[in-house]
């Protein structure tokens, strides 16, 4: 038997497993195939890693999020355990050690990114790894239906039989019964084992409201809960706007978004995880990988494009267990834009050859090559260089990735990398004929040990104040070094990178299969509806909703969702509500926003309704500067 509480206490500290985790590894250990579906925040990575540590061999993980990926190797690092990771912006040369560290450096993880399952260079090594299990993260992306589908994924049923006693896992946080059925079929299951936490979340209150007056709803809740709040908004440039509005309203805010620095978003992560910050305004960018147990509240200021997408950034709140909110604001634009994002997201056959022929001469790549390569992507350079509209240039770089010709990855920060070329002779040849040189050398060779064996990351900046030179004399040497053959040299990157899957070809002899694109944009229009539905929807608990969404029908009503609340409410409630108006307006005269603000317990529009009421009747009054006063 394995000491699965063993390891999960040796390596994290943990004493207990939560809901579900030790069924899985139980499983995975007896050779099965299985499906574990478990919410944000359940442990899912615990779930092929334990397992992994518990038995000889390698375990591949693979996972299209290079910045998680990133993360969760640096974290198993840190625990003395031997990880590595293949993914774009990487050279062929790091691929190739890195690969071959995976057969014969005793090395207990391999995490790809999928696109990299068929390249050659990783199919001639998988043989020769001593493969225990194959781990398959995020994986709603390999089904069609999913709302992040990625045609990559489609390339793991292609390996299964190079490896095949080897069982998978296949681990998602949501997924519907039509994606559930999809990814054992896609993933040739041997057997069905299913695991499936329930998709409830007793201890979050969902509120949707529907008003123009975002940024005063924001406000209201802000005050009404205290603690730490996420709100999404759907455009980098929006993350700085409300952050500043908040600032200027004395709430701690900074906002985070894929576009900024390496060094600002570390800056603010661990603001954040620190509790510098009260309120973190974001794009989703935010929020993988960053486990914040205390968030009370978080906020969508914009429509989400979907409900898988909106249930996971909103599970982010309350993951200590304790009450929290997901509030939904939204009106009558929201719905437009949305139907905006559904024409243009999915633009015509010219507009995306237009697209692929612009990014190709964009690249300066001649048309035939480019097979494997991966290029940093800078799209505002694209879109303006080529006269493109943004959100179309977006659409049909992602119908070109679905149709398997590129792929793209989110920014990732990518640090400076050498390696000598040259072997030690070689490289004392050029000390003896380069005296200029050699203490720079020494100086490599003693800061950073294991350069002939592998790539090392550095920076410029460090080496510069131990050489005593400045930035440029430093990056000076690194080229003349790589120029001349001694050292690869790989400066630091911090863009999104396009990886071509096939070389480029000329857009006249290109050929899209229009009948997929047309099934997307079905798909796209679906999930569309489904988020709109339940905005809309004015009498079934969100939970509920939800639920019934992912499958899990016959539920209870939550009893704390704003439709619960409503129905809840009592004959009195009409009664309270001019009393409490009353009371208020008596101490102060107030604006209508004010009256709202002061009286989170009632729904706005039934405010406005009764202050209509009251108006009318004469029993309040709005002076010149629209202040609302009782009148006796």
């Not at 779930?47 to 390698?58: K, V």
């Not at 309350?318 to 009450?323: A, E, L, M, S």
């Not at 505002?380 to 990855?409: M, P, R, W, Y």
Request: glycine fraction near 6%; charge should be neutral.
């Amino acid at each position: 038997m394995h000491n699965l509480k063993g390891i999960l206490e040796l390596y994290w500290q943990f004493t207990e497993f939560r809901p579900l985790q030790e069924e899985i590894m139980d499983a995975v250990l007896a050779g099965q195939d299985a499906l574990a579906i478990l919410p944000t925040g359940g442990g899912k990575s615990l779930c092929y890693q334990i397992p992994a540590l518990a038995q000889p061999g390698i375990c591949i993980v693979v996972t299209p999020l290079i910045a998680l990926m990133k993360d969760q190797v640096e974290g198993l690092k840190k625990r003395g355990i031997k990880s590595i990771s293949v993914h774009a912006g990487m050279s062929r040369e790091e691929i190739d050690i890195a690969l071959d560290n995976a057969v014969y450096g005793n090395f207990k993880f391999l995490y790809l990114s999928p696109e990299r399952l068929k390249t050659d260079i990783f199919l001639v090594r998988l043989p020769k790894m001593r493969v225990s299990l194959f781990a398959v993260d995020e994986a709603h992306c390999i089904s069609q239906w999913g709302y992040d589908f990625r045609p990559a994924y489609l390339n793991i049923a292609d390996v299964r039989p190079l490896i095949p006693n080897v069982p998978i896992l296949a681990l998602t946080a949501s997924a519907t019964p039509k994606v559930k059925e999809d990814i054992q079929l896609r993933l040739m299951f041997k057997n069905q084992r299913v695991f499936q936490a329930s998709f409830a979340r007793p201890n979050i209150s969902f509120v949707v409201r529907r008003t123009d007056d975002k940024m005063g709803k924001v406000l209201q809740a802000l005050n009404s809960v205290n603690g730490l709040a996420i709100i999404y908004v759907r455009s980098r440039r929006k993350t700085q706007e409300v952050a500043d509005m908040l600032g200027k309203k004395g709430i701690k805010a900074a906002y985070y978004h894929a576009g900024m620095s390496h060094d600002l978003r570390s800056k603010r992560q661990e603001e954040w995880l620190q509790n510098k910050l009260r309120v973190m305004v974001c794009t989703n960018a935010f929020g993988m990988g960053i486990d914040k147990a205390d968030v009370r509240t978080v906020i969508h200021l914009d429509l989400p494009e979907n409900i898988e997408s909106y249930y996971q950034e909103a599970g982010r709140a309350g993951r200590d267990g304790k009450h929290a909110f997901a509030l939904l604001l939204y009106n009558l634009a929201d719905e437009n834009e949305m139907r905006y994002r559904l024409e243009n997201q999915f633009p015509s056959p010219e507009e995306i050859l237009a697209v692929y022929a612009a990014l190709g001469n964009f690249l300066q790549l001649a048309v035939g090559a480019g097979e494997g390569e991966s290029f940093p992507l800078d799209l505002n350079a694209l879109t303006q260089n080529f006269n493109l509209q943004a959100i179309k240039t977006v659409g049909a770089l992602k119908i070109l990735e679905q149709q398997s010709l590129l792929s793209l990855t989110e920014a990732v920060f990518m640090p400076s990398r050498i390696r000598f070329l040259a072997d030690k002779e070689e490289l004392y040849k050029f000390q003896i004929a380069n005296k200029k040189f050699d203490p720079f050398i020494k100086l490599l060779l003693r800061t950073y040990p294991g350069l002939f064996e592998e790539f090392t990351t550095f920076k410029e900046f460090d080496l510069a104040q131990k050489a005593g030179l400045n930035l440029k004399d430093i990056q000076n040497y690194l080229n003349f070094f790589k120029k001349a053959g001694l050292i690869e040299y790989l400066p630091q990157t911090d863009q999104p990178q396009v990886t071509y899957l096939k070389p480029r070809e000329s857009p006249k002899y290109l050929r899209l299969d229009k009948q997929f694109v047309l099934e997307r944009k079905r798909v796209f229009e679906e999930q569309v509806k489904a988020m709109l539905s339940y905005a809309l929807n004015t009498q079934q608990c969100r939970s509920q909703f939800i639920l019934e969404y992912f499958g899990e029908m016959n539920s209870e009503p939550c009893g704390q969702c704003d439709i619960c609340k409503e129905g809840a409410k009592t004959e009195d409630d009409g009664e309270a509500l001019v009393a409490d108006m009353e009371t208020a307006l008596k101490a102060a005269p107030m604006t209508s926003h004010e009256l709202i603000v002061l009286m989170p317990q009632y729904a706005e529009d039934a405010i406005l309704t009764t202050l209509r009421h009251l108006l009318d009747v004469g029993r309040i009054s709005l002076t010149d500067d629209n202040q609302l006063t009782w009148l006796e």
